[in-house]
């Protein structure tokens, strides 16, 4: 188990303590009026943890508190630790960006253009590009979500079972070529929209590794980083430390959803490489600080320098921002701004963001309300875990960033 605690006194790095505690003050409001059943926070400089600090319960109806060693489900976090094992086998020459996914996965060999029609008679005609690997990296592939409401392709896929949850007893080969039947929204890297693509990345690894997506990134992350509490599920001797699930009810409180929360106390038949994780904070902040360091952490490399600065620059064709390619959908980000690199958004202009931030911060989001920050620029990472779906709930994360810059002062 990773020890999560403060390691150097944040006026050494360049915070105001003072200034920290706000952050507190903050969200503390959220747990005080019912909309939070708890949190977890973490700051970071210059390689060490200056803040650490929780509030309120991880389960609520059993008045356990949240404390350093709490599990939480990350949802999407999950993704950006998928797109860093792929691009170790990129790294590795196992493929190559431009690469058809189809090479791997054979049901993609054909893809089709949604056109026209219901859910049900849909009409279409044939793609002019095939699904490439840094499609899958950069959401513009054309798969999309059940949950998104938004399109009628996105009917499809609920129809045969994905809104939330998979259909039961189906794994990720299955599903990638269920994914493959469906036609997409739009010709490949034309346009962007927050999908399956790294359910069906997490596919391409197992099928160039020759192994399962849990066992490589047991081999070849977690247990090479220390991350001996992140896995696809919650093992029965840790359940006491996996916080409960919650959604908003009735008046904005915090009403528990077993239902969809229970999916982490088994293993599950189909691998999310896009939103299956179980973690800490203190895992995650091992994985942010192999990022902010370029690769490596304590001696082992994962990827190199390059590599890490290539997946943390804007991949959108002709250097756009979301909000010039995105279709508006719920995603881990705000759009305006914001460009999106391989399995990250990217602060492209801070001032077009209208969030204090840096250009070239990097970052993602779950859809239980976590996330986390990599600043190369001002050394800072930060994470913040909590456990309410969906995360466009409430103003988290781009309220967290001005709390945590407002209190640098070097």
Same mark, same amino acid.
């Given at each position: 188990m990773s020890e999560l605690r403060v390691e150097v006194e944040p006026e050494k790095v360049g915070f105001d303590v003072q200034r920290l505690t706000r952050i507190d003050r903050h969200f503390a409001r959220y747990v005080d009026d019912g909309r939070l059943p708890g949190w977890q926070v973490? *700051?970071? /400089?210059?390689? =060490? !943890? +200056?803040? &650490? %600090?929780?509030?309120?319960? /991880?389960?609520?109806?059993?008045?356990l508190p949240v404390e350093r060693d709490t599990l939480f489900r990350i949802y999407s976090m999950t993704k950006p630790i998928a797109s860093v094992a792929a691009m170790m086998l990129y790294e590795e020459g196992a493929f190559e960006l431009k690469d058809p996914i189809s090479r791997f996965i054979p049901s993609f060999?054909?893809?089709? #253009?949604? !056109? %026209?029609? %219901?859910?049900?008679?849909? *009409?279409?005609? $044939?793609?002019?590009?095939?699904?490439?690997?840094w499609h899958l990296l950069t959401h513009t592939a054309g798969l999309t979500y059940g949950f998104h409401y938004a399109h009628p392709v996105d009917g499809m896929y609920r129809d045969a079972g994905f809104a939330w949850d998979p259909p039961r007893g189906v794994n990720l080969e299955a599903a990638c070529d269920t994914y493959a039947s469906f036609p997409l929204l739009f010709e490949p890297g034309t346009e962007w929209n927050y999908s399956v693509a790294t359910d069906v990345l997490g596919r391409l690894i197992e099928v160039a590794s020759g192994q399962s997506l849990d066992e490589f990134l047991a081999e070849r992350i977690f247990g090479p980083l220390g991350m001996t509490d992140t896995g696809f599920f919650a093992p029965e001797a840790d359940?006491?430390?996996? +916080?409960?699930?919650?959604? $908003?009810?009735?008046?904005? =409180?915090?009403?528990?959803?077993?239902?969809?929360?229970?999916?982490?106390?088994?293993?599950?038949?189909l691998l999310s490489g896009g939103a299956g994780l179980v973690s800490t904070a203190a895992d995650y902040h091992r994985f942010t600080q192999m990022l902010l360091r370029g690769g490596e952490l304590d001696g082992t490399r994962l990827l190199g320098r390059a590599t890490v600065e290539f997946m943390a620059t804007n991949h959108l064709p002709g250097g756009v921002d979301l909000e010039s390619m995105a279709r508006p959908t719920f995603s881990e980000t705000s759009f305006t701004g914001m460009g999106f690199g391989l399995g990250f958004s990217v602060v492209a202009s801070p001032a077009e963001n209208k969030v204090l931030s840096s250009p070239g911060e990097f970052a993602w989001g779950g859809a239980a309300s976590t996330g986390?920050?990599?600043?190369?620029?001002?050394? #800072?990472?930060?994470?913040?875990?909590?456990?309410?779906?969906?995360? %466009?709930?409430?103003? #988290? /994360?781009?309220?967290?960033?001005?709390? &945590?810059? =407002?209190?640098?002062i070097d």
């Open positions: 973490v *700051v970071t /400089r210059a390689g =060490q !943890v +200056a803040y &650490v %600090s929780e509030y309120g319960a /991880r389960d609520l109806e059993a008045d060999a054909d893809p089709r #253009i949604y !056109v %026209s029609g %219901s859910p049900a008679n849909p *009409v279409t005609r $044939p793609a002019v590009e095939p699904i490439r690997v359940l006491g430390r996996l +916080a409960a699930l919650y959604v $908003p009810g009735p008046g904005g =409180q915090a009403t528990r959803m077993d239902a969809l929360g229970d999916g982490a106390k088994r293993k599950p038949t986390f920050w990599v600043d190369p620029r001002e050394e #800072i990472t930060a994470l913040f875990f909590t456990q309410l779906l969906p995360s %466009s709930t409430y103003n #988290i /994360r781009p309220m967290l960033k001005p709390l &945590v810059y =407002q209190a640098l």
